[in-house]
């Protein structure tokens, strides 16, 4: 909704692990005093279990996520309104593969720092109804990814060179709010393409990884909100609708060259869902890329607290690769 408060967010850790985490845990602590004694184990046994390692885990693709602590300012509701935003997270990942001799392992990882300025005005209607506001928000990026393969035994002299580069890009949004029960919002991430600009990486005067340059396209994401009175499930017959309950629909990355939006991968850019607001408490549900999601969270004023459960798909098509997750946030606004 188009805000009409002060909006002062000063704590917002978000903390998400792959399922495949949990499973990799639970390996590990099923075969913990076996795993750790492997040398005094029988040949048999050493077979055994890393046949049970090969089998499982290189099925696995563990995925960490963090959010540390992100600070904004939205200021009251004008005709104008400018606010700052401060924000940083990664996404790593890792996977054990199958090797000639010794096992891999393919890690991944990227780490983002963006610091943003939105600009927003509502925008008069005259003609239509509602309320229209929009805005475009200057961002500065600073990013830093990994992206390699090693065997076990390589991983003892391995130095992780983190590749640091940074860019600035542009994002437009806008919300419109036909009345109390329908909004239509949009973003269009960074619609000048933004440049990302990657350093030279050394090692004393050896060039570890050279400097480069890559492009962050332009995406548009759209979504609908909804609160209807009723629900016709026939010709002239209806029944009311609870009006704590809100329908949601998104569809993401419309861009996206990759995955043409007219193909099987639609539906992995639609985004369905629910989310019934009994004021404390919020149950949320729904499907994300063609998965059931499941969540909830307890509002306490000024401090938020929420958990998330979803899939998400890693291949071209809903059912092709499929990741769960589950996600705790905590949020302390006001």
Not at 7 to 22: A, C, K, P, T
Not at 74 to 94: Q, T
Not at 176 to 190: C, F, P, S, T, Y
Not at 260 to 271: D, I, N, R, S, V
Request: aromatic letters at 16%.
């Amino acid at each position: 909704a188009i805000r009409k408060d002060l909006l002062f967010n000063i704590f917002n850790l978000r903390i998400g692990i792959s399922n495949d985490v949990l499973k990799t845990y639970e390996f590990y602590d099923e075969n913990k005093d076996e795993l750790e004694n492997f040398d005094e184990l029988s040949s048999e046994r050493q077979q055994e279990l890393t046949n049970e390692i090969i089998d499982r885990i290189t099925h696995y693709r563990n995925r960490i996520t963090l959010n540390v602590p992100d600070f904004c300012f939205v200021p009251k509701s004008g005709f104008i309104n400018i606010g700052f935003g401060l924000f940083a997270g990664g996404d790593f990942g890792l996977k054990f593969k199958k090797g000639i001799l010794v096992p891999k392992i393919q890690f991944w990882g990227s780490a983002d720092a963006i610091a943003m300025i939105p600009v927003s005005m509502k925008i008069p209607t005259p003609i239509l109804p509602g309320k229209i506001a929009a805005s475009i928000t200057p961002k500065l990026v600073y990013r830093a990814s990994i992206d390699d393969e090693l065997t076990v035994l390589e991983f003892e002299n391995y130095d992780f060179d983190l590749q640091p580069g940074k860019g600035i890009g542009f994002d437009l949004s806008f919300i419109w709010e036909l009345n109390d029960r329908l909004r239509i919002g949009g973003v269009l991430h960074d619609f000048t393409r933004t440049k990302i600009s990657y350093e030279e990486v050394k090692d004393g005067t050896t060039t570890v990884k050279s400097a480069y340059s890559s492009y962050i396209n332009p995406d548009l994401s759209i979504g609908i909100a909804y609160k209807p009175k009723r629900i016709y499930y026939w010709i002239g017959k209806s029944v009311s609708f609870p009006q704590f309950i809100t329908l949601l629909v998104d569809v993401r990355n419309i861009f996206y060259k990759k995955e043409p939006f007219y193909e099987a991968t639609f539906f992995k850019k639609l985004h369905l869902g629910a989310e019934a607001d009994l004021k404390i408490l919020k149950l949320r549900g729904g499907f994300y890329q063609g998965y059931p999601s499941f969540g909830l969270g307890l509002d306490l004023w000024f401090l938020e607290i929420d958990y998330a459960f979803w899939g998400r798909e890693l291949g071209r098509y809903p059912g092709q690769i499929p990741e769960w997750n589950h996600m705790i946030s905590i949020r302390l606004s006001f």
